[in-house]
């Protein structure tokens, strides 16, 4: 879940909301930055600093946009988009008690979709505007 604060004559300050403890993925900082970087394309403001807040321990850690990491944001969006257009597949994960924490386990994972093949689903989405 995110959430943009507004205060008064500062810029707006994203802030995703995590289900577990406290973690510093870099994956996490990354998805809060492309917020900021769609903020700033919608409201033509700069913004410095986000925050994640985990809801099982209570905890939040800010965030700064540093340039490396809207670069590192910048180059995942355009690898992301390079596999859609592409139609490539991921390999599937090696580790896979990895998946039950990812925030993209019911896509990727669709019990509905359990006699479909995956690619075809995936790709059924983006044919229709999904993606």
């Known amino acids: 879940m995110r959430v943009v604060e507004f205060p008064k004559e500062k810029p707006p300050f ?7 403890r406290i973690s510093k993925w870099t994956n996490q900082e990354a998805q ?7 903020l700033e394309e919608m ?10 807040y985990h809801i099982q321990s209570k905890k939040r850690h800010d965030v700064e946009f540093s ?15 390079k596999i859609l257009r592409d139609k490539i597949l991921t390999p ?6 990895l998946c ?5 386990f019911d896509t990727c994972m669709p ?7 995956f ?3 995936l790709f059924r989405i983006k044919d229709s505007g999904g993606y």
């Open 92 to 97: 599937p994960v090696s580790n896979r008690s």
């Open 100 to 104: 039950k924490n990812c925030s993209l």
């Open 67 to 81: 340039d490396s990491l809207r670069t590192l944001t910048i180059q995942t969006i355009e690898e992301i988009r």
């Open 119 to 121: 690619k075809e689903y």
């Open 43 to 52: 409201l033509d403001v700069k913004i410095q600093f986000g925050a994640i």
């Open 14 to 20: 994203p802030i995703d909301y995590k289900n577990g």
């Open 32 to 38: 809060l930055c492309a917020v900021a970087i769609c």
């Open 111 to 117: 019990s509905s979709y359990s006699d479909l093949n």
